[in-house]
Each structure stands twice: as structure tokens, then as C-alpha cells.
């Protein structure tokens, strides 16, 4: 006898009732379980019991954000997605949001890793271990790294760079919080910034440590 998309939904969270955390936050050190993680346990655990997810985006919002000197943005979107789950003839929906930003293309692409990764999490009740949001101090209360100790850990090159633009303190910080503090990631956003020719690196420019 063919499962009912009910039991099908239920046998996939008796596979899947915890995600190990896999990743670590390098600029606040916690950890916490990725994406990817979150997606490899239950694509496994649906195909097993002949559950389809799909999930589609729309709504992209444009949120607050900051700038570079130079008027480069860092874009910051909120995304709306529709991951719906399919057994024969059966279907049912639910809509969840994402946030992402970033000083490229990726604001978009975060924004819908975030969205599926909490859709997931939430329809199948999985539990990571991260931390209960009423546990949390509110963001004003949270101890910054600071930024010199942030950019000691970065290339020399790209904190050379990041002086030649003459970006304030609060630019720099927009910038590595957008890329998670990522070297690689970084120095793809240096080649999308070249200096201005007629600027060369400089030591101790505004704002930067």
C-alpha cells in the first residue's frame, strides 16, 4: 500500500532528527549546521521514502545597506520562497523568507540558501543545537571583534587595498560582514574594486586599523 504524503512527511523526520553543526562563524565564533548539511540528510531521507521538495523564489526585496567611498554598494535582499512537498497526487506548500547580503551578485543566492535551509529545518522540526532566538542578547548588546583583530587575520594585500579606497571603519566592517571574513571571497570583491589610477595603497588611512 502507497504512503500517504502525511506518512511520508513523518518518516522523513524520524530519519532526520538531528543535523550535526559542521560549520564555524570565524568572525563570532560559534558553530552551526550549514546548508549543506541541512540539504544532504533530508534529500537522502526523501528520496528513501519517495517524497519530492521543490522550492521556488519570488518577492526580492532590497533592504538597508552601506557603501564604499566610492559608491559601491553592498547589497543586502530579502527573498520569499515557496518550498512545496509532493507524494503522488498529493501536495502541500509553505512559504518561508531569507536574508542575504553581499558586495557582488551573491546577495540574491544567500538570501535563498538561508530561506531553504530555515524551511527545511522548521517543516521537519530538526533540531542543530543552535541557539533558542529568546536566549540571544539583541544585536546592540553583542561584543564586536574588534576590527584590527578582524583584519590581522586577512592577506596583507587586501588590507592594502582596502586602505588605498580610504574606507572608514564602518565601510570596512560592511564589507567583511558581507563576506563572512572569507579571504576568497574577499579577494574576489578586491578584483571587482580596482583603485583608482591616480591612488596608490596608503598606511593609516580613515578608519582602518
Not at 117 to 132: N, S, V
Not at 184 to 192: C, H, K, N, T
Request: a negative charge.
Amino acid at each position: 500500500m502507497s504512503k500517504t504524503l502525511q506518512e511520508a512527511i513523518l518518516d522523513v523526520m524520524k530519519d532526520v532528527e538531528y543535523i550535526k553543526k559542521d560549520g564555524t562563524n570565524e568572525q563570532q565564533g560559534y558553530k552551526f549546521a550549514s546548508a549543506e548539511a541541512i540539504v544532504g540528510e533530508v534529500r537522502a531521507a526523501a528520496i528513501k521514502h519517495g517524497l519530492l521538495i521543490s522550492i521556488g523564489y519570488s518577492e526580492v526585496t532590497d533592504l538597508d545597506a552601506g557603501h564604499t567611498k566610492s559608491g559601491t554598494a553592498i547589497y543586502r535582499v530579502r527573498v520569499k520562497g515557496r518550498l512545496t512537498l509532493h507524494k503522488g497526487t498529493e501536495v502541500m506548500s509553505f512559504e518561508f523568507y531569507g536574508e542575504g547580503a553581499d558586495s557582488g551578485d551573491k546577495a540574491i543566492p544567500k538570501a535563498q540558501t538561508m530561506c531553504l535551509k530555515q524551511a527545511l529545518r522548521q517543516i521537519f522540526l530538526i533540531e542543530t543545537g543552535e541557539a533558542d532566538a529568546d536566549r540571544e542578547t539583541v544585536p546592540e548588546q553583542v561584543a564586536k571583534v574588534p576590527l584590527a583583530q578582524r583584519t590581522k587575520k586577512l592577506p596583507p594585500e587586501i588590507v592594502a587595498h582596502f586602505r588605498g579606497l580610504r574606507l572608514t571603519t564602518k565601510q570596512v566592517e560592511t564589507i567583511l560582514d558581507a563576506n563572512n571574513d572569507d579571504a576568497e571571497a574577499l579577494r574576489g570583491w578586491v578584483a571587482d574594486h580596482p583603485l583608482p589610477k591616480t591612488d596608490m595603497p596608503s598606511q593609516g588611512e580613515e578608519g582602518m586599523p
